[in-house]
C-alpha cells in the first residue's frame, strides 16, 4: 500500500519527530499552565485563561531574588569553568606530560558519579574546612561540576582541528599570541560555546549538589522545590516558559550565523 511504503521510507523522520514531541511536550505544559489562574494555591488543574502573572513575574515574595542569585551563580560558573575547561582541553590534546591518562579518566568521573554522592562529599569537604555554606560554596561546586562537560565539548572540538592550519600562521611569521588569537581560537570556538552553554544550563538547573552546599542560601531550583510543598505560583511557569523561549532563541539564532557563514564560505 502507498502509505505503507510511505511510512518505511520516512521511518526514521517519524521517529525522530515523535522523539522531539516528546521531549518538548512537558515545555508546553509548562507553557500552557502560564496563562491559568488556579482557584487554590497548586497551578495543577486548568480554570481560566489570565494574563496576570506574566505581568506580575515577580508577585511572589523572594522569587526574583532567587532567580537573580541562580543567574548569577550559573553566569559565574561558565566564566569559570569554560576558561579552565578550554585550558584543560589544549593541554591533554596538544601535550604529553606523565599522569595524562589518569587525568583523562579522572575528568570523566563528575559526570558518572551520582549527583547525591558528590554532593555529600563537598559537604564534607567543606565542613573539614571550615568553610561558611553560601554563594562560594554553592559556585566552587558548580564549576567542579560542569568543568567536566566543557572538558568534553572543548576536547572533541581541538582534536579534529587540522594542525596544518597552525603551521601556516607560523609560517607567515605569525607569533604565538597572533596565531591562538586568529587562527586557533576561532577554529575551536564553536566546541567552547557549546561547552559554555552546556555548564550554564547545568549550573542554573542544578539541585541536589547546591541543596547540600547552600546553608542558608535559596536558589531558584531550591525556591521551585519548596514551593511546591506549600502551592505552586503561576510566576514559576512563567519564568520557565520564558528561560525555554530564550533557550531556543539562542539556539536558533547560533544556527542562523552558522548557516550564514557557510553559504559565505561557498
Known amino acids: 500500500m502507498p502509505v505503507l511504503r510511505w511510512i518505511r521510507r520516512n521511518l526514521i523522520v517519524i521517529a525522530g519527530l515523535l522523539t ?47 532567580l537573580s542569585l541562580s543567574l548569577q551563580i550559573a553566569t559565574w560558573a561558565t566564566i569559570g569553568a569554560t576558561v579552565l575547561g578550554t585550558m584543560i582541553s589544549f593541554a ?59 572538558v568534553t565539548a572543548v576536547k572533541a572540538r581541538v582534536m579534529s582541528m587540522d594542525p596544518r592550519l597552525e603551521e601556516a600562521a607560523r609560517d607567515l611569521y605569525a607569533g604565538p599570541v597572533q596565531t591562538f588569537l586568529r587562527v586557533t581560537l576561532p577554529i575551536a570556538a564553536p566546541g567552547i560555546a557549546a561547552g559554555a552553554l552546556l555548564a550554564f544550563a547545568l549550573s542554573f538547573d542544578d539541585f541536589i549538589i547546591t ?5 542558608s542560601t535559596v536558589t531558584f531550583p531550591m525556591f521551585v522545590w519548596g514551593s511546591a510543598q506549600r502551592g505552586t505560583p503561576v510566576q514559576i511557569n512563567v519564568i520557565g516558559t520564558a528561560m525555554f523561549i530564550i533557550a531556543v532563541l539562542v539556539v536558533v539564532v547560533g544556527q542562523l550565523i552558522a548557516n550564514r557563514r557557510k553559504n559565505t564560505a561557498r
Open 20 to 66: 522531539l514531541a516528546y521531549m518538548i511536550l512537558p515545555n508546553i505544559v509548562v507553557m500552557v499552565f502560564s496563562f491559568n489562574k488556579p482557584k487554590g494555591r497548586f497551578n495543577y488543574a486548568w480554570q481560566h485563561f489570565s494574563l496576570d502573572a506574566w505581568k506580575d513575574p515577580c508577585g511572589v515574595a523572594d522569587m526574583c531574588g532567587s
Open 92 to 150: 591533554l590534546v596538544r601535550y604529553r606530560f606523565r599522569a595524562r591518562g589518569a587525568i583523562n579518566s579522572l575528568i570523566f568521573l563528575p559526570m558518572a558519579m551520582p549527583e547525591v554522592v558528590m554532593a555529600a562529599s563537598l559537604l564534607t569537604l567543606f565542613l573539614n574546612m571550615g568553610a561558611q555554606l553560601g554563594f562560594w560554596t554553592i559556585l566552587i561546586a558548580h564549576i567542579m561540576f560542569c568543568l567536566s562537560f566543557v
Open 211 to 215: 541543596n547540600f552546599n547552600a546553608g
